[in-house]
């Protein structure tokens, strides 16, 4: 079993507060991270009918049936638990004493904001980094990786990337679709998935996604919101402050695996991605959702962004660090060229808050100096802890 990074936080937390919200996508390991850390806990999942149902008709009931700490599995199957939850814990006060994970961010966080403000510590887990993949020998090759994607079945069962993506998407993807909202017709939003795919990366514009899928621009940022909460997208942020209004403020949006993402372009092997036009775009993709592994690891805020204005200057990731601007390029080339630091003498020359750039690629030649530094995709978390 691959140890999670952000197992001592988990832990740390469980001293602090006493209830734990561990939130994230399906499938990203949430309950073999919470059972593994904590075994002495009794444990139960509300994907389970029966006790669904005890939870839903007799909550008084169903927690008088722990005799100990306990773990509460997809939560947000039942969201009236928290207000019992609120009480106990105000009771008892036992550090720890409820560990709970969930799926859908915003059905779940609308509750916990209600319910257990300032009583629960929340972590996000996303799938597998590359450093858990590193520190337990797997390889991590560029194209082979972006192709098979994070998700831990993948490295802990004998099952083919494509068909675990294609079974994720209709199983999990499509089911919590239709339960936060009312679709009429699937093929339309499995369209909008696709498109959203193809425009990763990419600063987007709502009217012209509009046009191609044929809904209304409301329903497409309903839809949005909807793959937001069931953290399936990242939604990154334009950084605008202190430069006016010349800057664009339109998101852009990556996928928080991008297994699922080559899935979505119809990229079944490495040597397709080498050939794909897209390969830029993936490899961002990769390399953003990386650091906001990084980040939500430790428990802490992602403070990434990206910037863009209308006169051209763009960087592709620009992480907050205090007060300090990180500007950061990043290219899916394995050879360096020193054009690469372009953007980011333009970005350090645009504002004084600007700190040492980075520049990540897929090659091994890491020169310095000191307007910026250049590493391989494989060493972030390591650049991370410097930061």
Partial sequence: MITRDITDELIQLSKEFRVITVIGPRQSGKTTLVRNTFKDYQYCTLEDPDLRNLATEDPRGFFSSFEKKVIIDEVQRVPQLLSYIQTIVDEKNIKGQFILTGSHQLELMSQVSQSLAGRTAILKLLPLSINELLKHKYEVLKYETCVKGFYPRLFSEEVRPNKLMASYYETYIEKDVRQLIKLKDMTLFQKFVRL???????????????????????????WTSVLEASFIIYKLTPYYENFGKRVIKSPKYYFTDVGLLCYLLGIENSKQLQRDPLIGNIFENLVVIEFLKQRYNKGLSPNLYFFRDSHGNEVDLVFKNGRKLVPIEIKSSETFHVSFTKQIIKFQKLTELSDKGIVIYSGDFCPKSDAYRVINFRDIATLCEGL
């Fill in 196 to 222: 959203l795919a193809g425009r990763v990366g990419q600063v987007i514009n709502f009217s012209s996604l509009s046009n191609d899928v044929g809904v209304s621009n409301t329903t497409l940022r309903e």
